[in-house]
């Protein structure tokens, strides 16, 4: 870890201050040297006697931090690591749920989206454990028609039929509304029968990206 000035702190131990052209203020973040340190990206032109008293009015918050991020830390310790073979045996079932959702889940959107006149130019698959799915415009010219593509995480593959649906219509609806306005809710919940709200709640029981004990 490069840093420009490391102080010492009664709470902390050090604190590792490193100048940031882009930084316009100071942020705080554990510094992981085995202790309690904090690290402090600060503004290239600060000033030491400013950055003590900002460390000295956010000591508290600072504290609370740093006893989280030890918890946390703590918790990664403790869980067991997998084996080299059960790390191969997941990216395997990884590539397998991969070829099943491009398989599967581009023709079941088209159809949706010919079915209600939704224009997309293209369904791809990704690895998101991030969101479900997301829908991109494109323009490639000042005077041409937007162009639409609709991504979807592999992991959709592992949902029941009108969960998919959901998300599939979901983004399908952000052709209209590229945003979550009560007009888009709207359509959405007309696309799905009144059951959006059922579905949502629905969805919140399936983890993003983890894979069943099963497959």
Not at 37 to 59: H, K, T, Y
Not at 70 to 79: D, G, I, M, N, Y
Not at 101 to 109: M, T
Not at 174 to 187: G, K, L, Q, T, V
Request: hydrophobic share 35%; aromatic share 6%.
């Amino acid at each position: 870890m490069t840093v420009d000035y490391i102080l010492t702190d009664k709470d902390f131990g050090h604190l590792y201050i490193k100048r940031n052209a882009r930084a316009v203020r100071y942020t705080f973040r554990p510094a992981h040297d085995g202790g309690r340190g904090v690290l402090i990206p600060a503004p290239r032109l600060f000033s030491l006697p400013d950055l003590q008293r900002a460390v000295e009015e956010m000591r508290p918050r600072l504290l609370a931090m740093i006893e989280k991020d030890a918890a946390l830390q703590e918790q990664k310790r403790q869980r067991p690591q997998p084996t080299p073979e059960q790390i191969i045996e997941q990216k395997l079932k990884i590539e397998q749920l991969r070829a099943q959702a491009k398989r599967d889940l581009p023709p079941k959107l088209l159809a949706l989206a010919k079915q209600h006149g939704f224009p997309v130019k293209e369904v791809k698959i990704n690895s998101a454990r991030t969101r479900w799915g997301s829908c991109v415009a494109r323009k490639k010219g000042l005077f041409s028609r937007k162009e639409y593509t609709i991504n979807l995480s592999l992991y959709c593959i592992l949902l029941p039929e009108h969960l998919q649906r959901l998300i599939m219509l979901h983004e399908l609806t952000h052709i209209h509304h590229m945003d979550h306005s009560p007009a888009f809710h709207a359509e959405l919940d007309t696309l799905l029968e009144g059951k959006e709200k059922e579905y949502e709640k629905e969805l919140k029981s399936f983890k993003l990206g983890s894979l069943p004990d099963n497959l």
